[in-house]
């Protein structure tokens, strides 16, 4: 069954349209979220640019919170989102010009996120996005960067020396986007190195069904295990729970204590399987904004603690504010 956020008991809609969380649930952390990203120079957008975040998922539409998240996109919205991140990331223009910093900041202000984790993807050449994440969360105290080497670009332990230097707190890896599978020998030898750095590292982890066949091969779950098993020292977050694959993700943080589950995209049966399965000091909250607004996660996550403030308080902050050295928020 669909349904908009907007009539969920825990949102308050404002005469703009803003979605507002009808009561604080305290400090909360979106450990998944991402600016425009950019590959060709045609394409750099000004991340500091004022803008409203024009999101792929319309949060006005009817949800089915059940479903995996892309399950919504109608075709229509599907191609619009494609088009946005291929041709149209050749061009300054369209979506992507919207989701910069301060769109993103004023997302946080509405639904009451205290701190959001920018993942950077970079590609072997051409691209600059960690040094561009790098340095707009050095204006905004409230973002926090991940970096992002691709294991074969040249000098790679020297960069991402340099991005923790300059402050990053986590190294994302996007297997189907940056075309290597996350066991790969290059990309271990980083793993060990952000192990020694005390950074976690953020997969983008699981099938996801609309990326295509190749892609999706790169991000089953047996990809994932021997760095997890060979790194011990190493922390590793499965983002999207594993996606397709949740039931198997969730099975790792029991077996093996570097191991932490991020949520997003997860329908409600699937979330309330991990929460059951999965130790809760293990569990933490994203969004994968700008696809999808930051509510759409905090509602979920909210139905599934109900009567466990303790749970909630872990997923939606302190889970995180742990493992990426967050300092907590002025009352």
């Known amino acids: 069954m669909k349904t908009r956020l907007s009539d969920s008991k825990y949102i308050a809609q404002q005469p703009s349209g803003a979605l507002r969380l009808a009561e604080s649930v305290g400090p909360i952390v979106d450990v998944h979220s991402h600016l425009a990203l950019t590959y060709v120079p045609t394409g750099r957008v000004d991340l500091d640019r004022d803008a409203v975040g024009e999101l792929y998922l319309n949060p006005e ?49 509405e639904i009451g996120i205290t701190r959001s984790v920018i993942l950077a993807i970079d590609l072997p050449v051409g691209s600059s996005n960690t040094d561009a994440y790098l340095t707009v969360a050095g204006d905004h105290p409230d973002l926090v960067a991940a970096a992002s080497i691709h294991p074969l670009a040249s000098g790679t332990e020297a960069l ?38 005390g950074i976690p590292v953020v997969w983008h982890c699981g099938p996801v069904g609309i990326v295509g ?23 590793f977050v499965l983002g999207h729970s594993g996606a397709l694959q949740y039931e198997m993700a969730a099975k790792l943080p029991n077996l093996y204590e570097n191991v ?32 999808y607004h930051q509510a759409v996660s905090v509602v979920k996550i909210l139905m599934a603690t109900e009567g466990n403030e303790g749970v909630r308080h872990g997923i939606f902050w302190k889970n995180a504010a742990d493992l990426f050295q967050l300092e907590a928020p002025h009352a």
Not at 167 to 183: E, L, S
Not at 213 to 235: G, M, N, Q, V
């Open 160 to 197: 991402l020396r340099s991005a923790v230097e300059r402050g990053a707190r986590a190294f994302k890896m996007h297997p189907a986007v940056q075309q290597m599978r996350p066991d790969h020998p290059k990309a271990m030898r980083l793993y060990e190195l952000c192990g020694e750095l």
């Open 260 to 291: 932490f589950l991020e949520l997003s995209c997860q329908g409600l049966p699937a979330l309330r399987h991990i929460l059951a399965n999965v130790p809760p000091e293990r569990l933490l909250n994203g969004s994968d904004w700008p696809f």
């Open 213 to 235: 066949a190749a892609a999706d091969k790169r991000c089953f779950l047996k990809h994932y295990w021997s760095p997890i098993h060979e790194l011990p020292r190493t922390t």
């Open 61 to 109: 539409a009817p949800l089915d919170l059940d479903a995996y998240m892309n399950t919504n996109f109608d075709p229509r919205a599907m191609k619009a989102m494609r088009h946005d991140l291929s041709v149209g990331s050749l061009r300054k223009d369209g979506m992507r010009a919207t989701h910069t910093a301060p769109a993103l900041t004023r997302s946080m202000e």
